[in-house]
């Protein structure tokens, strides 16, 4: 398992190059990478992401665990950005290995609804020089909820 909380940019590419590399005897790799978009069409100077460390990684690494109890996985990656984002930028990526294809597309589905709701992330969009939290969004609870 890889738990990544930086700053620093990564390439999508390489990672999963370098996860799928790891794992010779499974038959899937899913992958999700997330990208800083502009929903306010052209306004969004850019976002910033809080955390506080030592929780963050540690609420992600139990999710991640708990995919891996309910899905047959091989291995999960994650890795989550952090500070000061423009539209454009990778913010971050989800990669799940598994025997099957289902296991790791319904994993992979899982960290992403809870890296959405529930990951320990505080997220502020600047719009047009001005400053918003991004609050929940309802599509975003359901999607969550599915996996109760």
């Not at 290995?97 to 809870?114: G, K, N, P, S, V």
Request: with cysteine.
């Amino acid at each position: 398992m890889k738990i990544l909380v930086q700053t620093a940019p990564f390439d999508v590419g390489h990672e999963t190059n370098a996860f799928t590399d790891t794992h010779k005897n499974v038959g899937a790799v899913v992958t999700f990478t997330g990208i800083v978009r502009d929903d306010d069409c052209g306004s969004l100077d850019a976002m910033e992401i809080e955390h506080y460390p030592a929780m963050t990684h540690k609420a992600i690494t139990q999710h991640a665990q708990s995919a891996q109890d309910r899905w047959n996985l091989a291995d999960v990656m994650v890795i989550h950005r952090y500070g000061k984002l423009v539209p454009g930028d990778v913010i971050m990526m989800v990669a799940t290995a598994a025997r099957h294809r289902t296991d790791a597309f319904q994993a992979a589905e899982f960290l992403m609804d809870y890296l959405k709701s529930r990951a320990p992330f505080w997220k502020k969009e600047w719009i047009d020089g001005h400053p918003r939290w991004v609050e929940a969004k309802q599509l975003d609870e359901d999607a969550l909820a599915r996996w109760d």
